[in-house]
């Protein structure tokens, strides 16, 4: 039987007597690149935020990485990794001090950080770059620094929240291969995106409409289940009855 790194029943977050997620449900598989969509205001922040340790749910359940999203915050912080386009690394730091610094807060012994710190300026192409703020790097580079450094302590699962943002295609093309050479080595990938070629990309996508689940499958099958073209169309056949409307 396939691992369940994120099991979620009925999750609910209210705010007053609003319902930013109302009662959502989903199981995510060990190694598994899962797509999270939604319109503006749909609740997908607020999910991943219950799912992260940052915040408590009302109702419901959830466990991620086996851990209980009420009692084990902690535990979950420790297992999982984060990135958004938002927090990003460290700009007044340089290439070799961000991982450093993420490293130690993530854990990592500071012989690993080294030895593995090389590896990975080397793999990224960024070997003349590490000693260079990265503030001065380019904002697809920051973005594949920041993946991994969110990946860098080799977590169970990586949360990403809308990591392509404002990144061109041919690196957001190069960041899904990290992504699922990632994925490969065992690490689920949670990740939410407003590009729908992005989706296609996903072993399963779950879309959000107005804090609820209205889908969840495989790109294929969604195509087929919608008679789309395209994830683009699915997505906008559910989105379009959404009440919330964006910012
Ligand atoms: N602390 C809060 N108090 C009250 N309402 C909130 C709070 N946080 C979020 N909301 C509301 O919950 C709804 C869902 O917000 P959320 O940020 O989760 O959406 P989202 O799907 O992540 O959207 P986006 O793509 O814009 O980030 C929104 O209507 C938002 O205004």
């Known amino acids: 039987m396939e691992e369940k790194v994120i099991v979620c029943k009925d999750l609910?977050?209210?705010?007053?007597?609003?319902?930013?997620?109302?009662?959502?449900?989903?199981?995510?598989?060990?190694g598994e690149i899962f797509g999270f969509l939604g319109a503006n205001?749909?609740?997908?922040?607020?999910?991943m935020r219950i799912l992260c340790g940052l915040s408590y749910p009302t109702s419901g359940e959830a466990t991620v990485a086996g851990f209980n999203v009420y009692?084990?915050?902690?535990?979950i912080k420790k297992n999982i990794g984060y990135m958004s386009q938002k927090f990003s690394l460290y700009e007044n730091l340089t290439v070799l001090e961000n991982i450093?610094?993420?490293g130690g807060v993530?854990?990592?012994?500071?012989?690993?950080?080294?030895?593995?710190?090389?590896?990975?300026?080397?793999?990224?192409?960024?070997?003349?770059?590490?000693?260079k703020l990265v503030g001065s790097l380019p904002l697809g580079w920051k973005q594949k620094l920041a993946f991994s450094v969110a990946?860098?302590?080799?977590?169970?699962?990586?949360?990403?929240?809308?990591?392509?943002?404002?990144?061109d295609p041919v690196t957001?093309?190069?960041?899904?291969?990290?992504?699922?050479?990632?994925?490969?080595?065992?690490?689920?990938?949670?990740?939410?995106?407003h590009y729908m070629d992005e989706a296609e990309y996903c072993n399963r996508v779950t879309i959000m409409v107005d804090g609820k689940v209205e889908a969840l499958d495989s790109p294929a099958n969604l195509k087929a289940q919608f008679k789309a073209n395209n994830m683009d169309e699915v997505f906008y056949q559910l989105a379009r009855g959404a009440k919330r409307s964006g910012d």
């Open 151 to 167: 990946i860098f302590h080799q977590p169970r699962i990586v949360f990403l929240d809308e990591p392509t943002g404002g990144v």
């Open 100 to 102: 450093e610094f993420f």
């Open 41 to 47: 205001g749909a609740g997908k922040t607020t999910a």
């Open 172 to 193: 957001r093309r190069q960041f899904w291969d990290m992504i699922y050479e990632a994925a490969a080595t065992g690490i689920t990938i949670f990740v939410t995106t």
């Open 71 to 75: 009692k084990q915050t902690e535990a």
């Open 12 to 30: 609910t977050k209210r705010f007053g007597d609003f319902y930013a997620v109302n009662k959502i449900s989903f199981e995510v598989n060990k």
């Open 106 to 131: 993530y854990g990592v012994p500071s012989a690993e950080i080294r030895k593995r710190s090389d590896n990975l300026v080397q793999k990224l192409g960024l070997t003349a770059e590490a000693k």
